[in-house]
């Protein structure tokens, strides 16, 4: 129940206003991090496009509300780590704090 209200959130907020959110993924040598262009809800998903690639998150696959991605220092006004089918980390969906 709890994964379902998360990825709720994660819906209600980023189709309202995908341009105020980053995607995030860093793993084995590889780095990602671009601003999401757009956001199209699918009924029981949603696909998250950026700048060279997209990313899909299903309404079954886990998604946790966290403080901030795990391996950056800084600060969210929102974040957002998501899994996929066979509940490996794909990256961290976030919203940078305005500067303190």
């Not at 696909?47 to 886990?62: M, P, Q, T, Y």
């Amino acid at each position: 129940m709890q994964n379902v209200l998360e990825f709720e959130e994660l819906m209600i907020n980023i189709l309202d206003e995908p341009s105020k959110f980053k995607f995030h993924f860093s793993e084995n040598g590889i780095k990602i991090s671009a601003w999401i262009k757009e956001a199209v809800n699918l009924g029981n998903g949603l696909c998250i496009a950026f700048d060279g690639g997209s990313l899909l998150v299903w309404k079954d696959n886990r998604v946790v509300k966290c403080r901030r991605p795990s391996d950056l220092i800084t600060y969210c006004e929102l974040c957002f780590s998501v899994f996929n089918e066979f509940d490996e980390n794909i990256g961290y969906l976030y919203v940078p704090a305005r500067k303190r």
